[in-house]
């Protein structure tokens, strides 16, 4: 009893500590931070350097003559965000039907109950069945999550730095900390290449295209919101130029 009653007391002092600390805006900011690193090779596991068959995974990839071929939408069944698309299955179903499958969403879009989520062709060569064979490739929830989804990650960073340079809250060292962790997440995506638009089959056929994206998009969300909260700041300015000057040094090209 009397050691069962000193391990309650030992487990109470440290369950305080740790909620004490855990609550802390470093604390957060930093678990966020990690969550961020833990997903980045998952995203972008394509490191500069590697052999591609794609030199710009940003490049415009050739579609069909507007109006030379029929398409069908593949539409959603419910509303909600857009948790997970199923490449392999996408790709699957489209060289098992002969078809190029056009991604009109991406993870973390929301989407309302009948909007197209990807357009098919030929139409000819997609039935009801097909459709919706391939729409059971997208996952709808409730909420966003950071499976496929970076940007659920750095707008949890964006909307602390945001808030913490509200009047109300006026906290610029936690938007510093928010601005210096998103730092790195460029640095990190600087040196890597974005992934391709495209999904090809085995015999190089463009099957799947879906939404590029690029490294000025992923930087243009990061700081593109705290810029004209955190204009009247000097710390803040400060560390938004050292952020982005740190990341340039890993950048491979000028462009």
Known sequence: ?????????????????????????????????????????????????????????????????????????????????????????????????????????????????????????????????????IGESFVLGTHRTPVQDLGFLTDQLVEMAVRALSPGINDPSTAVACVRRLGVVIGELAGRRMPSPERRDADGAVRVVAPATTFDGVVSGCLDPIRPYGARDADVVAAVLSSLAAAMLRCPSPA
């Not at 109470?12 to 004490?20: M, Q």
């Not at 609550?23 to 900011?29: D, K």
Request: charged share 20%; with cysteine; hydrophobic share 55%.
């Open 1 to 133: 009893a009397f050691g069962l009653a000193g391990t309650s007391v030992f487990v109470l002092i440290w369950f305080v500590h740790h909620a004490a600390s855990s609550i802390q805006a470093s604390s957060i900011v930093a678990s966020v931070a990690d969550e961020i690193a833990c997903e980045l090779p998952t995203l972008f596991p394509e490191e500069l350097g590697r052999a591609t068959r794609d030199a710009d995974a940003s490049a415009d990839v050739a579609a069909p003559a507007e109006g030379s071929v029929r398409a069908a939408d593949v539409v959603a069944a419910s509303s909600g965000y857009l948790r997970v698309v199923g490449g392999e299955a996408l790709l699957a179903a489209a060289v098992e039907h002969d078809l190029r499958i056009e991604l009109l969403v991406r993870p973390g879009d929301f989407v309302a109950d009948g909007d197209a989520l990807a357009r098919v062709a030929p139409a000819e060569r997609a039935d009801e069945a097909v459709l919706a064979d």
